[in-house]
């Protein structure tokens, strides 16, 4: 369980990790705002502290430029991530 931290004045929720293919270095989440590829999140959980740029995400197994809120998607990460893990759009 994630205790103590608060997002910086610059972040945003993108959401919650649903899923991680560690094989593939891939989260899966629901979106609860918008992203794009070459936007910098930063992935944040019990043991997960990692900030980097998007450089692939997909819907449905279609690589995308974008997306809007609702839609689940995979993003491509460079490091693990684990399942309820929050996702922060950094502005």
Known sequence: MQTGYRPAANETKLGDVEDYFSHIGVVALILEAA???GDTIHIH??????TQKVESMQINHVPVQSARRGDSLGIKVNDKCRKGDKVYLVA
């Open 35 to 37: 992203l794009v590829v």
């Open 45 to 50: 959980g019990h043991t997960t502290d990692l």
